[in-house]
């Protein structure tokens, strides 16, 4: 499986029974799997995305947004629950470009990134159990693809 480094960006090769082994990056050491939201840039996004084999979700978000400050700790502890997750963080106000290239219209959004393609959106406030729930039913190999 490959396993894109948040702190560096670059690509390991993890064997799918390893990943529960809290794997490390070959170029710059840092944990792979982090259990909390990474916050990423424009360009970063970008390919983090195109390298991850793993499920993630990306919360576009700003600063002055009340309800994005009220979700911050539920996707935060959704993070540490569903490990087969990576949990991603855009501020839209410092990275417009993927909010322009995702077409976000509102914040907070979360999106759902698998295979190469965005499978689920939800805009507003979700609770720890609400996102939870989402993400377990949206991620199911059934699940109709967004576009």
Known sequence: ???VCPSCLTRNRVPQE?????????????LLLPTHPVELDDQQLMRYLAGQE?????????SWCGPCKMMAP???EAAQLLPEFRFI??????????AA?????SIPTLLLWQQGREIARQSG?????????WLQQESKPHAKSVH
């Open 1 to 3: 499986m490959q396993v």
């Open 18 to 30: 390893r990943l529960q082994d809290h794997p490390h990056c070959g170029h710059c050491a840092g």
């Open 54 to 62: 793993l499920p993630v979700v990306i919360d576009f978000w700003a």
């Open 74 to 76: 539920y996707f935060k």
């Open 89 to 98: 963080k855009v501020d839209t106000e410092h990275n417009p470009g993927a």
């Open 101 to 105: 290239h995702f077409q976000i219209r």
């Open 125 to 133: 406030v979700m609770q720890t159990t609400q996102l939870q729930q």
